[in-house]
């Protein structure tokens, strides 16, 4: 019982540190698809269809998912606050917060094939360049990137 008791509480912590180390605004934005518009200067209208297009349906799909991970989640949190074992509760809604996570992360990388497939090169060389300086802003301390 205290080997299944301390396995919980490693659980427990492990979960803790893992939400500590993002901001809560950065987890809520983490899984929508970039406004390429926005990114590329040089967008025909074609493809800002396109990509509108691809867009929304890439959202409407990671939201339906982020709403059973939510609700996953919930149920994770509710069964960790109440006593005794609940491992054969638990341990398949850890396996389904893994499937989700995963289903969410392969929906971003189609989303990400069907906007390479509607950019020309340049464009996607615009592209990356730009998720390469955001990321670079992301990493530096907020003091340093307001000089």
């Not at 809520?28 to 990509?51: C, N």
């Not at 074992?85 to 989303?111: H, N, T, V, W």
């Amino acid at each position: 019982m205290m080997k299944k008791t301390l396995i919980l509480l490693l659980l427990l912590s492990l979960c803790g540190m893992t939400l500590a180390q993002q901001p809560r605004a950065q987890r809520a934005q983490q899984h929508e698809p970039p406004k390429i518009e926005e990114m590329v200067s040089d967008l025909s209208a074609l493809q800002k269809k396109r990509l509108e297009n691809v867009r929304q349906s890439s959202q409407k799909k990671i939201a339906k998912l982020n709403d059973e991970l939510n609700t996953v989640r919930k149920a994770i949190r509710n069964l960790l606050k109440t006593d005794g074992d609940q491992s054969d509760k638990l341990f398949p809604l850890f396996e389904r917060e893994g499937e989700l996570k995963a289903e969410i992360s392969k929906e971003m990388y189609r989303c990400r094939q069907q906007i390479d497939n509607i950019l020309t090169r340049e464009q996607l060389q615009e592209f990356r360049a730009h998720c390469a300086k955001e990321r670079q802003q992301h990493k530096t301390p907020t003091a340093q990137r307001h000089r």
